[in-house]
């Protein structure tokens, strides 16, 4: 687990004015994406959020601010992904953490300043891409709370499946439609049975979804054969993004026996642009919620007093932005709000179990943790759960009502940490919208 | 679908007289691999199979004896992966077959044959790597024998999901672990059930299986949001190999609630190194049997006149090669023989399917076929329909027995077709043997 240090302090201050002001992206965050200058033709690189501004790691590897390891780091994020930059491993991402801190700080010289100053482009003049090729994105289910919700939809005298207890459950998603935050989302067609029906209908989903996630880059993987051991699991873990994953509830439920989701998830996952590092979140640990865990864990699986992993008090917040709201220049507004705090298993965990069978990770593999939805009232992180499979529509500020989503609806994922004593440090957005289905005579 | 043309000619011979024997690889298959001179550190290349030998089509491409389409596509075979050649589509791919058929067969110019011997290398020599970059892997589940076989043993009063007859049923399976024939499986660790316990069990997988399926990989793509019709979906084909869907089926009981399996299939999927084309494929089509499907189909997955697709008749076995048997030269032994004729969806219906609700495509991506089970005796593609959940081990003919399988086992799989008055054609040999787990108190 990372030890703070400097680039924690909580009273440290940047020169650059905006990175002080409350926001996102403080001297403590600098998380990276790839980016470019907004409808140009220009290559992605890679940047670090400063503020309203992006550091162009490219110019910066060039600048020759740079030495040592953190200037190879910065070298290798002048490509169009950060794979490069992952497979250099955390002594790498470490040192240009440390160096860009200190070259942002307050007290760097002015010449410093001035170079670095030539590196910046403001956040809203860039557009972002994917910032790795992924490999391969896997899905976890790893709250209690959404788990339950979900069970006592469908199941109600067993809400639980038995081997929730005992392993973070997950399976395979697909890679090829993940897109960056303003990814447009056309709603699928696909098959359903409707209640008492003999035979499917067939058209344009009528239960479409979205998933609070966190989205995990896997930094540096394994060999096939070799797991990965809890006390090692996390140093394996670049850092986090906000992940939608997007679901078709009608179409999931009547393909998904005997093996699990696929067309109901595989139309679109959408994951915001900044991926803040492990190291960043080293303030926001809190204590794993041990007590609900079973009574004794499989060993693979145990870290009785946190020493490898523990929770993150990560705030998420879920917003929803209809065509009408946004036509009648009304505000977007809030469906829910939790912490990522509650998950049932820890990222260590996750990255243990997905490794014990010998599956081979490798850098630039994207997890998500499965719908993170809170204990109490409003912090359920899906409008299935928070309207009861549409049973109790949402009643929205404008008169609108939403049991699923409607074409033009955005939904507009946020997140951020905050702590006394240690800086506020956010996710960024992840914003996806819907569009129209195609006819559903055609094809 | 292919029309027939000079190249599926049963009678045409090639000048190289290994390719005239009784094989896999006769003149009118020419499936492709990449491959390099075995235990070099050269690069891997593109090559097809002809007779014993491997066409270099990284030498051919610099040979001058091809020109326009059929030069391009040989240059684009002369990297690692044969991606680049599947990006320039349909027209290329059969501008190259028909080129090499060409340059192999017996009336060549004595020039052409010696400039083209010059790019031969004995398949004896050679050794292969993964021909594609697979950007997303999906496995069907296609057999209706095999749904049925499973479904008698865990569901015996409904043992068929309903949506079966309605849908090609499919989820996503992990890329990275992967492999090419020859692959070594380590054995994996995880947890199970025991019948009647009260907390799971964990250590090496007691239940370890293999599943006998196709491999087809995708050659070109389609936008997100843009399903393939029916019509088009085989022209999105390239070609197909054997694939081993090694699963845990301990592992795979108790964590496949909610979600389907994970853990018990992505330790390891071995495939065999040659791609035969759909060109190659087209002589052996057969009538799909409609009579066994739904009474009527949803229109995006209609084919009743058989026009846009049909089964293959492709002819496949199972072979065990124990460590007893290899220490005391027996012989491997056949476990079961069936045909791909049999499977209830086509290789169209699976595309259609899999883009209808706008997941993308992209050349280069493995579809499996789920497990080839056929309908009568010695037909079932898995350990677990062959032996009853292990309830009935099989008998081998040196003594030994296999609920499932044991350290040292390997699995062979083998396929061809046949017809007459055209060649048989054959896809090679995909092997893969497995290895002792490791020490389950470790990690």
Chains 1, 2 share one sequence.
């Not at 239960?207 to 797991?227: H, K, M, V």
């Amino acid at each position: 687990m990372t030890e703070l240090d400097a680039t924690h302090d909580g009273a440290a201050r940047s020169w650059l004015a905006a990175a002080n002001a409350v926001g996102d992206f403080p001297l403590q965050n600098l998380p990276f994406s790839v980016f470019r200058l907004r409808a140009s033709t220009e290559a992605f690189r890679g940047g670090v959020a400063i503020g309203d501004q992006i550091v162009d790691l490219a110019a910066l590897a060039r600048s020759g601010l740079l030495h040592g390891s953190a200037a190879q780091a910065a070298a290798a994020c002048a490509q169009n992904r950060l794979n490069a930059f992952f497979d250099l491993g955390p002594a790498a991402w470490r040192a240009l953490r440390q160096a860009l801190f200190a070259l942002l700080k307050d007290d760097a010289p002015s010449a410093t300043q001035a170079a670095l100053g030539a590196c910046l482009l403001p956040q809203a003049q860039a557009e972002h891409a994917l910032p790795l090729q992924i490999g391969d994105y896997t899905d976890f289910y790893t709250s209690l709370d959404h788990a339950l919700n979900i069970g006592r939809l469908f199941r109600p005298d067993d809400p639980l499946s038995p081997n929730f207890h005992w392993m973070p459950i997950a399976y395979h998603g697909r890679v090829s439609s993940i897109g960056v935050s303003g990814q447009r989302v056309r709603r699928p067609l696909g098959q359903w049975l409707a209640d008492g029906a003999a035979e499917p209908a067939f058209g344009a989903s009528r239960r479409l979804d979205y998933e609070l996630e966190l989205g995990i880059y896997i930094g540096s993987g394994n060999a096939q054969g070799e797991p990965i051991a809890l006390a090692q699991a996390e140093a394996h873990v670049f850092g986090v993004c906000l992940l939608n994953d997007w679901s078709a509830r009608d179409i999931q439920r009547w393909e998904s026996t005997p093996l699990g989701p696929f067309l109901a998830k595989n139309f679109a996952t959408t994951v915001s642009p900044w991926i803040v590092t492990m190291d960043a979140l080293a303030p926001y640990r809190v204590a794993w919620p041990r007590a609900v865990q079973a009574p004794a864990l499989l060993h693979y699986l145990e870290d009785a007093d946190n020493r490898h992993s523990g929770a993150l008090d990560i705030q998420l917040e879920v917003w929803l932005d209809t065509a009408r709201q946004r036509e009648h220049g009304g505000a977007a507004e809030r469906l829910s709000r939790t912490s990522f705090r509650h998950q049932h298993w820890t990222l260590a965990q996750m990255v243990a179990h997905h490794t014990v069978g010998g599956c081979n990770l490798q850098g630039g593999d994207l997890l998500g943790s499965g719908t993170i939805s809170g204990p109490g009232e409003g912090e359920a992180g899906a409008l299935i759960e928070l309207t009861q499979s549409g049973r109790k529509p949402l009643e929205l500020g404008n008169g609108e009502r939403r049991g699923f989503l409607e074409d033009g609806d955005a939904v507009l994922l946020k997140g951020w940490c905050e702590k006394p004593g240690f800086a506020r440090i956010g996710l960024g957005e992840c914003r996806g919208q819907v569009v129209a289905a195609r006819s559903a005579a055609g094809g």
